[in-house]
């Protein structure tokens, strides 16, 4: 089964309510962490310790509607959850997987995934040395795995790619290594973004190739040749205007983080803007992915 979880900052004052609101629109589990690096020593008796910054996770079919959801538990606790994060789940302890199993993965004819203690099987290939962190994206989930894919088969030569929603920045740092020319980087955890400043470093990759901004800071006056954006099927649809913009005439888009059952919806949404190909399928996730008409903005 595919799992989605609800990230969401919170305070001790809060995070009873919080955790009550989840449980009721659905929540299959709850986790509570330190958001604050904050210590807790021995509570006093019948005490319940909760840090004054509290990080609540809560876990959800993938099929849910995020937007719905999210709104249906902003009604039951009484506030807005403005400090909130959905977050594609990957099937396991993919970081404790990864360092006890991984093995080097290839996607397409060119390009490999190597854990970067390991050397790679094939020297002369485009080889992206990476290593566990805290943003999504090792290429062991099917939405990443299906976008680099996709990307080994793009021409890149010094084309311009957004990769919106970065993550580890695993996509953008391939399309690099692929022979794009730069790349745009967005995604609306900082996290997210110090993690694909690292990845590339990682990897050699010359400080001016990449840029990484948070949704808002986003240059407007972008023409890229390849779009790719591998988030959630919701804000996908409403990202629709803003991934259009950011593609030049001519220019290919992939997305992915799609279920099997919302594909159908999506393909259209873009298809005033787009000539969509037929979905790629692997396991319950979904790649859609087209070609800008030209004469649209």
């Given amino acids: 089964m595919s799992w989605l979880q609800l990230r969401i900052s919170s305070t001790r004052a809060h995070s009873n309510t919080v955790e009550q609101a989840l449980l009721q629109v659905g929540a299959m589990s709850i986790t509570m962490e330190d958001n604050a690096d904050q210590p807790i020593l021995e509570p006093a008796l019948g005490e319940t310790p909760l840090w004054n910054e509290t990080r609540i996770t809560g876990l959800f079919s993938a099929d849910i509607d995020t937007a719905a959801t999210l709104a ?13 994060r959905w977050e594609i789940l990957e099937d396991k302890d993919w970081e404790r997987a990864w ?3 991984f093995k080097p993965m290839q996607f397409g004819r060119r390009l490999w995934i190597c854990p970067s203690w390991m050397t790679p099987p094939d020297p002369t290939a485009a080889n992206l040395m990476l290593d566990p962190g805290l943003a999504f994206g090792t290429g062991t989930h099917p939405t990443t795995a299906l976008c680099l894919t996709w990307l080994d088969g793009c021409e890149l030569h010094d084309k311009v790619v957004v990769d919106y929603g970065c993550g580890s920045g695993i996509l953008g740092i391939a399309a690099l290594l692929l022979g794009a020319r730069r790349v745009i980087a967005v995604d609306n955890d900082p996290q997210a973004l110090i993690a694909t400043v690292e990845n590339a470093r990682r990897n050699a990759i010359a400080s001016e190739r990449i840029s990484t901004y948070l949704p808002g800071d986003v240059p407007t006056n972008i023409q890229a040749g390849v779009v790719v954006a ?10 629709a205007p803003l991934l259009t913009t950011l593609c030049a005439e001519g220019g290919e888009l992939a997305l992915s983080g799609i279920l099997s059952n919302q594909a159908d919806t999506l393909s259209a949404r873009y298809k005033q803007w787009f000539s969509m190909a037929p979905a790629t399928v692997q396991q319950d996730w979904v790649r859609l992915n087209g070609r800008k008409k030209l004469g649209d903005v």
């Fill in 72 to 84: 249906a538990a902003e009604v039951r606790c009484g506030q807005r959850l403005t400090d909130s």
């Fill in 99 to 101: 360092m006890d199993n």
């Fill in 230 to 239: 591998n988030i959630l099927a919701g804000p996908l649809a409403e990202l």
